[in-house]
């Protein structure tokens, strides 16, 4: 069965912290890898990741794949107040369609 | 409209009775997701939709869930004779297919509360 897991499941940190969330995944006909950041109600799109080793970056955030590990990392240097959130990992599968497996989240609160 | 509607946002039922959620996708998005999450959970899919193909109902947790879309348009999820377990809030994705993964939007989710 298809299963994403995420660690932590909840983190606390200070401003300005570096944090980094995990997730592996074992999902059969793996296409690609997706970040999702939810706050309050509706998931927004972070990242999608197709290849091994190429980092994304998106102002503080980045992440990488590594395909050999069934792994991802999402890395969020110089956190903000506003960075907390949600953070879904998802694996999409190569079907006639995309069919995305979530994982379960890391729930991240940064306080001042 | 500029991004995913669902209704209601917040809907309250007593255990027994039936409801219905509504999603209205992106003019143009072709394909229609309902997701499912429980507090503290990560989502559950329960139902894909892509244009007249036959939708992909493998997540549907159980003969009292059933969901209906006509062409492209609105989408509709029926729970019907609620249980308590059934309290969580459900959320509708639309994507453009010709911009794939990039293309997922999703709408604000309608909380429902079994009581």
């Known amino acids: 069965e298809d299963k994403v897991v995420q660690s932590p499941l909840s983190l606390v940190v200070h401003e300005g912290d570096t944090v980094t969330l995990n997730c592996s995944y074992e999902?059969?006909?793996?296409?690609?890898l997706l970040w999702y950041k939810q706050e309050k109600k509706a998931p927004t799109f972070l990242f999608m990741l197709?290849?091994?080793?190429i980092e994304k970056k998106s102002g503080r955030l980045s992440s990488i794949l590594d395909k050999k590990e069934l792994s991802s990392i999402l890395n969020i240097t110089a956190t903000q107040t506003g960075d907390s959130a949600i953070y879904l990992c998802?694996?999409?599968?190569?079907?006639?369609?995309?069919?995305?497996?979530f994982g379960p989240g890391t729930s991240l609160s940064v306080i001042p | 409209g500029a991004g995913v509607s669902q209704s209601p946002s917040n809907k309250v039922t007593e255990k027994g009775k039936d409801v219905e959620l509504r999603c209205d996708p992106i003019?143009?998005?072709?394909?229609l997701y309902w997701y499912r999450q429980r507090l503290g959970q990560g989502l559950e899919f329960l139902i894909y939709?892509?244009?007249?193909?036959?939708?992909?109902k493998s997540g549907l947790p159980s003969d009292r869930f059933s969901a209906e879309r006509t062409g492209e348009s609105v989408s509709t999820l029926t729970i019907q004779r609620t249980q308590q377990e059934d309290s969580a809030v459900y959320l509708c994705?639309?994507?453009?297919?010709?911009?794939?993964?990039?293309?997922?939007?999703f709408g604000s989710g309608t909380r429902l509360t079994v009581v």
């Open positions: 994705a639309s994507r453009d297919p010709t911009f794939m993964y990039y293309g997922y939007t």
């Open positions: 999902v059969t006909n793996f296409r690609s």
């Open positions: 197709t290849s091994s080793g």
């Open positions: 998802a694996g999409l599968k190569k079907t006639s369609y995309d069919k995305v497996i």
């Open positions: 003019s143009g998005h072709t394909a």
């Open positions: 939709f892509q244009g007249n193909s036959a939708p992909d």
